[in-house]
């Protein structure tokens, strides 16, 4: 089976403007979350999605949304941008809750 | 919410020593338990996982023990080698709706040649 793929890899943005990264699951996962890791935050959770509803959401401002498609692939916006936005965003799928996660490449966002 | 604490933050081994990195987590409702490897620049690998209704999993060169009780649990490496230096985190979730990881901090461990 194909991984957890992620596009685009890497985006430069201005603050203000707003972005959406996309995540395709590993076929057959319903399930997928959003993390932003930072060299000072390390791992933190955003939101999970399963079957086009979401179930969790971290705690991030209104300015980071999600959604999820009836094929399980997800996108994540984020408006206004901010410096402190710069990140790595992984995405990762698993078949349902509590069992195995696998991360994709993840999107290096850089903001300007 | 949950929160995972993570020891130590680096940790360097001799090339076939025994690495050990422990975890602490506070909501006991948490019942599954991964731990990740990140090569520099690549993604978070699983590497291995632990239920709540076990206390340890090994595989090869790598096993997890858990504490429900106190409420911790801790990779092991053992004849560590250069290519297992990378971060490692672990990470507690709840499992019963919804996936809500909460990752540690994570470790740098670095195997000297």
């Known amino acids: 089976k194909a991984g957890v793929t992620q596009t685009p890899r890497y985006l430069i943005k201005t603050r203000g403007q707003q972005v959406t990264l996309s995540c395709s699951p590993i076929?057959?996962?319903?399930?997928v979350s959003w993390y932003q890791q930072t060299p000072g935050q390390g791992l933190q959770f955003l939101f999970e999605?399963?079957?086009?509803?979401?179930?969790n959401k971290g705690n991030f401002p209104g300015r980071f949304s999600g959604r999820q498609f009836s094929n399980s692939r997800s996108e994540m916006n984020v408006s206004t941008l901010e410096l402190g936005d710069s990140a790595l965003y992984l995405c990762?799928?698993?078949?349902?809750?509590?069992?195995?996660?696998?991360f994709g490449p993840g999107t290096r966002l850089t903001v300007t | 919410g949950e929160n995972v604490e993570q020891h130590p933050s680096t940790l360097s081994v001799q090339e076939g020593d025994s690495a050990v990195i422990k975890c602490t987590y506070s909501?006991?409702?948490?019942?599954?338990f991964p731990w990740y490897k990140q090569e520099l620049g690549k993604r978070p690998q699983l590497i291995i996982d632990?239920?709540?209704?076990?206390g340890e999993k090994k595989d090869q060169r790598i096993a997890v023990t858990l504490n429900k009780t106190a409420k911790h649990f801790s990779l092991h490496i053992t004849e560590t080698q250069p290519e297992d230096s990378a971060v490692y985190f672990c990470?507690?979730?709840?499992?019963?709706?919804?996936?809500?990881?909460?990752f540690g901090p994570g470790t740098r461990l670095s195997v000297l040649p």
């Open positions: 909501d006991s409702a948490s019942n599954y």
């Open positions: 990762a799928s698993s078949l349902d809750v509590g069992i195995e996660q696998y």
């Open positions: 632990i239920r709540s209704n076990v």
């Open positions: 999605y399963f079957s086009e509803t979401q179930r």
């Open positions: 076929s057959g996962h319903r399930s």
């Open positions: 990470a507690a979730s709840e499992g019963n709706y919804g996936q809500n990881f909460v």
